[in-house]
């Protein structure tokens, strides 16, 4: 398989008899960027917890490029070069916004070479890069506790970027930014797209629209409608999911 | 380090001034203790030989109560247990001291010691072997603690057991441990333990000489510890343990192995837990398996409390105090320190969750 | 001529009570004669097997059977003296005295006699006896006692004295016959008897060996079934224990080092009912079960003034909590301590509770101890109905679940906080009043039970008080399937080190919660 393909076939996930997944298959190609939508429950983030080693699936096919996710934990998945973007943004409080994007830096992630570590001046200028990039530059010394929301939406995605990841995955990236602000990350998104790939998991259609690529809906954990979103928006099945019966 | 990574505890520098020259004021005055005790009784500077003798037990209680620090203030692992790695140390150099009375025991047994006689043991246990030499003894004292923790953290840390969970599961460790030596036909002594010493490197341990010795050692034991914790904790180690410690699962998701981390930092700490009662029983003489009981384990965890965990200063700030005050307020009203103990943790969660260091910091959070 | 028959067999039977009755009095007469005529006497009174004879020779051997000079025996009780035979009020007489010879004689004869004295209890010893000495002359002695016996439990131990008996006989037959016997027996006195018949019948060495192997069958049964017992019994103490902790931990999430404390706190309840009802003779034998409420509501109006006081600021941040807990449990402690003193205090079992209990298959068990499983079962039932069927109970689920919903439904939580909390305590306190029965009451009662509480409620499950009930009793069990070969620290130790490995394995133990609810 090519390299950096994230490819899920026939993954179910069932807690308690509830089926959280149903049977889904996924491909998504390396840089492209995907959307996808679906109502509450319809196992969107299950998704997200079953690519990144949260859950495991009951049955299924999870492979990134050849390696075989469902037998990896979430730190080694990470190390792949998957990244992933909570829905709630969660940084490191008690650490400034520069201590956080370098926790994230790609670097040797074993104690002992943390102990040992100095910021190369190579890496600092990433750093002060990314910082300038998601608009922090004149917090970087302060602690991540006193941001807001907003900038921890910010600070999170830049964070993202630090680890150089393959595939991003973005749960809700936009959810209490301003409409400016949901702009100026539709336009990041689309950036970071092209060097890698990027899902992304929104509710917010105006903002799945602004990004402008291929759509897939999920709903009661299957694929349920795939392709633009002016073919997904006009597909009768997913007018039926989203406006009820 | 760059300009931008300021330590984590983050204090004004006149504060953080301060206290380091607090910091330093106190390793001074420890340093000197020993020879303003050898000043005539009534000169005003003299210092008695049991305020030497105290500062030098607390010396080792405040290692512990480092190493406390390390794994709770700073990577988030309460652990209830780690009266159980000091002892650990403890028994370490205690089973040296008793190779060294040799055949000046009650029994005059060449090679066993008495207690062994005393079960009618003909033979060295095969643990027993090698602790006739010191540098054994020493590297037992601090390998038999971390590789305890280190089986117990990777069973724990690999199914994520963390939390109140974890802690009461070394609270059960440090129980077992207590029950295990209690038992005379474990080879330590049942609950006498150890005692009686007569030398260690070739000092007779109740000399004036003796005892400097050992105070010197934990000084110098102690100050080292601080270096390495305070190394420790500005690395880039340093801070991924405090984003374990808030928000484990999100650096599992940066790609660090938070298993590795965790166990690294508790084996650390577990070998200095182990370092400190190495120290500790030669000075005070004695080692029984009294010192395994969860209560001394959870009354270490109320030092680093009370000084403020998070903060290495505050560690050993909690160590002292606690421990100057229980011994001021035993000697008077022993039926009174429960009480304060007691209250001490009530009062310190409550409404001290920063400890003493936090009192310091008051007004600057925000 | 078969008439003459019938009439002759008819006086015969007629005849036959009148016949041992004129033999008893006769022999007994011979009790007055010198002691050639005595022994001889008491051996044929001990092998005729007639009740009236105990208690003449009872008195022979204690020096109370006087004769007049013409003989007739006379019988002393308790100062007063009568007509041996007749029982009619007489003059004193001179006492019998009687040699060692006799006396042995006279163990032997009452040894028998006792097979057939009216008391059940008397009767089973002399079978026990006779199982012991065991002597082929014995055997017509119990063929006959056993003809006549009634009482279960006592015709067991005849049968059982029997075969002893007829194991020792000259008879192959015989011998035989006693080994089928002992064979269903389940006792290690019969299977030691074999053995040793095995060395004097190596003819025999077969259906010995046969019936050896099906009394150690019996026998590792009966040890299974004690030890399960054993093991339910110490799961019963820990269920107690834990039950409280389930509620509090498992249900609230509010880790309370101070449990065992207030179960501490419920046995002192039951040492001051006990003494407040000291004075008051008709109260005594009502103190246990006064205190079962009475430790219930001490405990709880501790637990909501814990809860409410201190616990309360603490929500969210369990460390802390434990910490704060663990200091007010040393306050109390020390309380206790200077208000009580250190030592043990005793606490009385009514007598109700008091004794064993036999079950079939030789089993006995400790009346207390079956008390304590039972009044655990019941505890447990009634914090499930309390949960499950009262409105309490649903307001503490609909807390549990969702607090912010259940604050818009009108639910008081910080009331439901307090209640759920009290309840809690006070099944520990609860738990208290029977540990009193079978511990010592003093100040650090609960910190032995502290670990094990918690070990129970991770093992089982948290939040499941079916999972604290079956991780009670299988942590019991194992702790006394253990001991045996461990002894009792090493088995706690080997439990311990069990409960962390197995968390390894299912880290929300046996009854987990699933899905999604579980990921917070």
Known sequence: MKAGTL??????????????????????????????????????????????????????????????????????????????????????????????????????????????????????????????????????????????????????????????????????????????ETEHTAALLRRIAGQRSVVVVEHDLEFVRALGEKVTVLCEGAVLSEGSIDRVQNDPRVIEVYLGR | MSATTAETPRLRPTRALILRGLLLAGLLILALLPLLNRLPPDHALHASDFIVSVSGKWMCYAMLALAIDLAWGYAGILSLGHGAFFALGGYAIGMHLMRLIGPRGVYGHPVLPDFMVFLGWTELPWYWWGFQFFPFALLMALAVPGLLAGLLGWLAFRSRITGVYLSIITQAMTYALMLAFFRNDMGFGGNNGFTDFKELLGMKLNTAGARAALFYAALLSLSGAVLLCRHLTRSKLGRVLVAVRDAESRVRFLGYSTVSVKLSVFVLSAMLAGLGGALYVPLVGIINPGEFSPGNSIEAVIWVAVGGRGTLVGALLGAFSVNAVKTWLTSFAPDLWLFALGGLFVAVTLFLPRGLIGLMRKGEER | ????????????????????????????????????????????????????????????????????????????????????????????????????????????????????????????????????????????????????????????????????????????????????????????????????????????????????????????????????????????????????????????????????????????????????????????????????????????????????????????????????????????????????????????????????????????????????????????????????????????????????????????????????????????????????????VSPNLGTGYIIDSFMVVVFGGVGSLAGTMIGAFTLGIVNKLLEPWAGAVLAKIAVLVGIMLFIQRRPKGLFALKGRAAEQ
């Not at chain 1, 491909?27 to 079953?50: C, F, Q, Y």
């Not at chain 3, 809860?307 to 309360?312: F, V």
């Open chain 3, 1 to 440: 001529m078969r008439v003459l028959c019938l009439v002759m067999a008819l006086f015969l039977l007629l005849a036959a009570p009148l016949r041992a009755q004129d033999r008893f009095e006769t022999l007994a007469a011979g009790l007055s004669g010198g002691f050639g005529a005595q022994v001889e006497t008491v051996e044929r009174l001990g092998a005729l097997g007639d009740a009236r004879a105990l208690p003449l020779l009872q008195a022979l051997g204690e020096g109370r059977l006087q004769k007049r000079a013409d003989g007739t025996l006379l019988l002393e009780q308790d100062g007063t003296v009568v007509e041996a035979v007749a029982g009619t009020p007489a003059a004193p007489g001179e006492t019998v005295r009687i040699n060692n010879r006799v006396r042995a004689a006279l163990r032997g004869a009452l040894g028998r006699l006792q097979l057939v004295a009216p008391q059940e209890g008397a009767r089973l010893q002399a079978a026990d006896g006779l199982f012991r000495s065991r002597s082929a002359d014995n055997i017509p002695l119990l063929e006959q006692a056993l003809a006549r016996e009634a009482a279960p439990l006592v015709r067991a131990r005849m049968e059982l004295a029997l075969a002893a008996s007829r194991l020792v006989a000259a008879d192959e037959a015989a011998r035989r016959q006693g080994i089928e016997i002992l064979s269903g027996s389940g006792s290690a006195e019969a299977r030691s008897l074999l053995l040793e018949a095995r060395a004097a019948n190596p003819a025999l060495a077969a259906p010995i060996d046969a019936a050896i192997a099906a009394i150690d069958a019996r026998l590792q049964i009966r040890q299974a079934a004690e030890t399960v017992f054993q093991g339910l019994s110490l799961g019963s103490i820990l269920l107690l224990a834990a039950l409280g902790l389930a509620i509090t931990f498992g249900v609230m999430g509010i880790i309370n080092m101070a449990h065992g404390e207030m179960v501490m706190l419920g046995a002192y309840t039951t040492v001051m009912v006990q003494e407040g009802f000291r004075g008051v003779p008709w109260l005594a034998p009502w103190s246990l079960p006064v205190s079962v409420p009475a430790a219930f509501l001490v405990t709880a109006a501790v637990g909501v003034a814990l809860e409410r006081g201190l616990i309360r600021h603490l929500y969210g941040r369990p460390l802390e909590t434990l910490l704060m807990t663990f200091g007010v449990g040393m306050i109390l402690q020390q309380a206790v301590r200077l208000l009580f003193g250190a030592q043990n205090r005793e606490v009385v079992s009514p007598a109700w509770m008091q004794g064993t209990l036999a079950l079939p298959g030789d089993i006995t068990v400790t009346q207390n101890r079956l008390w304590i499983i039972l009044f655990a079962l019941v505890v447990l039932g009634l914090a499930v109905a309390a949960i499950r069927f009262t409105r309490f109970g649903l307001e503490m689920r609909a807390v549990v679940q969702n607090r912010r919903i259940a604050a818009t439904m009108g639910i008081r939580t910080g009331r439901v906080d307090a209640m759920t909390f009290a309840f809690g305590s006070g099944i520990a306190g609860m738990a208290g009043v029977a540990l009193s029965q079978v511990d010592n």
């Open chain 1, 7 to 180: 490819y899920l076939d026939g993954v179910s996930v069932v807690f308690d008899g509830f089926r959280a997944l149903n049977s889904l298959s996924l491909v998504i190609e390396p840089g492209e960027l995907r959307a996808i939508i679906g109502p509450n429950g319809a196992g969107k983030t299950t998704m997200m917890d079953i690519i990144t080693g949260k859950t495991r699936p009951t049955a299924g096919t999870v492979q990134f490029g050849d390696h075989d996710l469902t037998r990896m934990d979430e730190a080694a998945i990470a190390e792949l070069g998957i990244g992933r973007k909570f829905q709630k943004p969660t940084v490191f409080d008690a650490l400034t916004v520069f201590e956080n994007l370098e926790l994230a830096l790609k670097a040797p992630r074993d104690p002992w070479s943390c102990l040992r570590w100095v910021l190369p001046p190579a890496a600092r200028r990433r750093i002060e890069a990314t910082l300038a990039e998601i608009g922090l530059a004149d917090r970087a010394g302060a602690r991540a506790a006193i941001l807001s929301h907003g900038q921890r939406q910010w600070l999170e995605i830049g964070m993202l970027l630090m680890q150089e990841p393959q595939l991003l995955l973005v749960d809700e990236p936009v959810a209490g930014m301003t409409d400016q």
